[in-house]
């Protein structure tokens, strides 16, 4: 017995199953997205108080210390497990660094380096997922073990020998390329390294992660970030690390 078929109830049916295919897709992206942690507070207060040169109005910082101590607060319940990307985690993990130094720095304003506070590295500052971090720990025990050596780079400890605290949060979309650019700005800046062919005089972040370059090889790890000719044997120095605080008059 043969069946006719309704042209009528197929389309219906097929617009439910559109519907449906629809529902789904959106809910996949939905829960996509929530694979993302929002650091646009952090991004805002970034722009609004830190100048291009990472010069930082920390009295700013202090006037907006309540939008900033709940973008804080937000890092320890809002963290990246390993479902999220790795440059989701990187990312995370850098901004929560750079967030630790200004609290611990506003919290204990006015300072003139951030070694005048007691214990700063060892000192928990922040607890995620039931676990209490201090600055040593995020970069010692999660940052390092990233393999990531470009990421000593965007690390700011608010001295202004330290890489500069750059103006704008990092995200997952971004942290690869701003690893790249910060890590190059770093190296070509003569207030941080002197870099000619006979020797080449280089901040002490080179002699502290020495390992993390090249496995040691800091000339050519230097050589990949600069147009100057730097020969294989040039003489490694290394330049008195400057604390005070990099702080906008």
């Not at 040593?136 to 999660?142: K, L, N, Y």
């Not at 704008?168 to 190059?184: C, D, F, M």
Request: charged share 25%; glycine share 2%; hydrophobic share 40%.
């Amino acid at each position: 017995m043969k069946y006719k078929v309704n042209p009528f109830i197929v389309a219906k049916k097929m617009k439910k199953t559109a519907v449906f295919l629809l529902v789904i897709v959106c809910t996949l992206n939905t829960l996509s997205a929530q694979k993302r942690i929002d650091h646009m507070v952090w991004d805002q207060l970034l722009l609004l108080n830190v100048s291009n040169q990472g010069e930082v109005d920390y009295k700013g910082f202090i006037r907006d210390k309540f939008l900033f101590y709940q973008y804080f607060a937000s890092l320890s319940v809002n963290f990246p497990d390993i479902e999220y990307s790795q440059a989701e985690r990187l990312a995370y993990w850098v901004n929560l660094y750079n967030a630790a130094v200004m609290k611990m720095i506003i919290d204990h304003y006015p300072v003139t380096s951030i070694n005048d506070i007691e214990n700063p590295w060892k000192r928990k500052v922040v607890t995620v997922n039931g676990t209490s971090y201090s600055l040593d720990d995020i970069e010692h025990t999660i940052l390092r073990k990233m393999n990531e050596p470009r990421v000593h780079f965007v690390l700011n400890c608010a001295a202004k020998s330290s890489p500069k605290l750059w103006n704008r949060a990092y995200t997952g979309a971004n942290i690869y390329k701003e690893l790249e650019a910060q890590t190059k700005l770093y190296i070509n800046d003569s207030r941080k390294n002197i870099l000619s062919k006979q020797e080449i005089q280089v901040s002490q972040v080179f002699e502290w992660y020495k390992k993390d370059f090249n496995n040691g090889n800091i000339v050519e790890f230097i050589k990949k970030y600069t147009d100057k000719s730097i020969p294989k044997n040039t003489k490694v120095s290394y330049l008195p690390y400057n604390w005070e605080l990099y702080e906008r008059n």
